[in-house]
Nanobody
Framework: VQLQAFGGGLVQPGGSLRLSCAAS????????MGWFRQAPGKEREFVST????????EYADSVKGRFTDSRDNTKNTVYLQMSNLEAEDTAAYYC????????????????????WGQGTQVTVSS
C-alpha cells in the first residue's frame, strides 16, 4: 500500500485543518487506518485510528473531542478533521495502514502498522 498524506499547514490556535491520506496499491478496505504524529525531539505518538468499515474509532486523550477520523472506502481515502487546534498539536502527522482480518479491530501501537505515508506538517501558531 502506498500512502500519501496532505492537508497540513500553518493555522492559528483555535483554528481547524483537515488532513487527508490517499491510498493506492492494495485493497484499501482490508486495512484499519491510523494517524500518528511526531514533534521535534519527541517520540511518535498515536493520534487516532479507524476500523476497516469506519464503524469504530479510537482517539488519544489529548485530541478526544477535537479531532474526528473518517474514511471513504470508495475513494481509498482517510481523513482527520482537526478543530480547536492548540500549539501542542504542532507536529508532523503520519497516516498508516494496518492489515486486519477482522472488520472492527483497531490498534494504537505503531508497531502494528504495516505501511506508512510521508508526514504532513501541522504548525499551530499565532
Amino acid at each position: 500500500v502506498q500512502l500519501q498524506a496532505f492537508g497540513g499547514g500553518l493555522v492559528q490556535p483555535g483554528g481547524s485543518l483537515r488532513l487527508s491520506c490517499a491510498a493506492s496499491g492494495r485493497t484499501f478496505s482490508w486495512y484499519a487506518m491510523g494517524w500518528f504524529r511526531q514533534a521535534p525531539g519527541k517520540e511518535r505518538e498515536f493520534v487516532s485510528t479507524i476500523s476497516r468499515s469506519g464503524g469504530r474509532t479510537e482517539y488519544a486523550d489529548s485530541v478526544k473531542g477535537r479531532f474526528t477520523d473518517s474514511r471513504d472506502n470508495t475513494k481509498n481515502t482517510v481523513y482527520l478533521q482537526m478543530s480547536n487546534l492548540e500549539a501542542e498539536d504542532t507536529a508532523a502527522y503520519y497516516c498508516a495502514a494496518d492489515f486486519q482480518m477482522t472488520m472492527e479491530v483497531v490498534s494504537t501501537a505503531p508497531a502494528d502498522y504495516d505501511y506508512w505515508g510521508q508526514g504532513t506538517q501541522v504548525t499551530v501558531s499565532s
